[in-house]
């Protein structure tokens, strides 16, 4: 019976991080092209700094909110953040009726804010589960995540009443709905479970002695750089599609409906669940992590020129079938990245190194919007001509770390 309370409250975080991240969705495949109807940008700038600083506050906050749950307790900050993004998303929803740029950057500053509380709800599973039952445990976060991503889109494609005109502010008004049912949740199902002896969520924003530890680690600064060049390449596409699909300001052959942009959205999501939970599981037992995720790279960089060529061509299907083998491609790429990380760190460094990791992802997350709009409204071809590079690039410090290091355990 012990057992029973603590599969309750990692089912209830499961339902928070799912619901909160599902609101998330819902307005990321909408959010540059509200902006685009809200000003006039004509290099891109503006849309670019939009998408960052959503990843930028979270770069920022997730550190504090960790820092704060482990002085006030788990409970009332991944509260505060539900509660926010409330407050934000309603702000989103107004910023569309009012169609006010400046709010719409408030609104997206502060949901990122309240968004920060990942490392916190981490930090709670680890508190709630042994170390045999850790790994299953943090599974779900990375299972909300993905089916956050998956259906968010699909709420945001019954959110918007026609498939033409103006999606109004229905999305943002449904994504603060959903986040006010995972409030009510926590308030109501979430016990507390800071205890003395509990795992810190906290880590300083830049730690230099983490750092330090990164890059004297044999292989690992090659496998952060490869990492960093292949998210920066993955996030020029992913801030771009929904622009380029609906074809406003730019020179796309493509003019979608916002219907269509959610649908699309949602067909990435589907197969990037597809691809983590079968092809990834089914071949990380066979291969090795570094050849996946060289395989990955050379797979992303043959679905860009596929984008490439289906902008030229005009071709929907050609443009669909480009998605899938870029989202295929970072799926194998990305947790193989991650696991030769952790393997090739000292495990008593271990937090630490992928603590450095994660801020790499964040800061490659960061300058892809900023790089990739801009690019987006010189060329429709420019984003995925540039990510096609990195790609290579990625591709071939992947293999030179993957030959030139060793796991851990093995060198010592």
């Not at 090795?288 to 050379?298: F, M, R």
Request: charged share 10%; aromatic share 10%.
């Amino acid at each position: 019976m012990p057992d029973e309370p603590r599969k309750a409250s990692l089912l209830v975080i499961f339902l928070t991080v799912f619901i909160d991240l599902l609101g998330f969705g819902m307005v990321l495949p909408l959010l540059p092209i509200y902006a685009q109807q809200f000003t006039t940008d004509k290099f891109g700038l503006l849309l670019g700094t939009l998408m960052a600083s959503f990843s930028l506050m979270q770069f920022f906050f997730a550190p504090l909110w960790g820092r704060l749950s482990d002085r006030i307790g788990r409970r009332p900050v991944l509260m505060i953040g539900l509660a926010g993004s409330v407050v934000f998303y309603l702000l989103f929803g107004v910023a569309t009726v009012w169609k006010n740029i400046t709010l719409l950057f408030v609104a997206r500053i502060g949901a990122g804010i309240a968004g920060a509380t990942i490392p916190t709800a981490q930090a709670y599973i680890a508190d709630t589960t042994t170390l045999e039952t850790r790994a299953k445990g943090m599974a779900l976060i990375g299972a909300a995540f993905g089916l956050g991503f998956t259906f968010g889109p699909l709420f945001g494609y019954l959110a918007v009443p026609s498939g033409q005109g103006d999606p109004g502010p229905g999305p943002g008004y449904t994504a603060a709905a959903l986040s006010a049912v995972a409030l009510f949740l926590a308030w109501f199902k979430l016990p507390e479970s800071l205890r003395p002896g509990s795992q810190s969520a906290a880590r300083k924003i830049f730690d230099a002695s983490s750092w330090k530890t990164a890059l004297s680690t044999p292989s690992i600064p090659q496998l952060l750089l490869a990492l960093f060049v292949c998210i920066l390449g993955f996030a020029n596409f992913e801030s771009t599609l929904s622009i380029l699909a609906k074809g406003q300001e730019i020179d796309s052959p493509f003019h979608f409906t916002f219907r269509q942009v959610c649908l699309t959205f949602a067909y990435i999501g589907v197969t990037l669940t597809f691809a983590q939970g079968v092809l990834v599981r089914r071949l990380s037992t066979r291969v090795s992590e570094g050849a996946l995720a060289a395989a990955g790279a050379i797979i992303e960089i043959v679905g860009f020129g596929a984008m490439i060529a289906a902008v030229l061509a005009s071709s929907l299907a050609l443009l669909l079938i480009s998605l899938a083998i870029v989202v295929v491609g970072f799926a194998l790429m990305m947790p193989s990245l991650n696991s030769l990380i952790s393997r090739r760190s000292d495990p008593a460094k271990q937090g630490q190194i992928l603590g450095v990791a994660q801020s790499v992802n964040s800061l490659a997350r960061i300058l892809g919007p900023m790089i990739g709009i801009p690019l987006l409204y010189r060329s429709s071809l420019l984003p995925y001509t540039v990510a096609a590079a990195l790609m290579v690039l990625g591709f071939l410090l992947v293999l030179s770390a993957a030959r030139s290091g060793k796991d851990w355990a093995t060198a010592h």
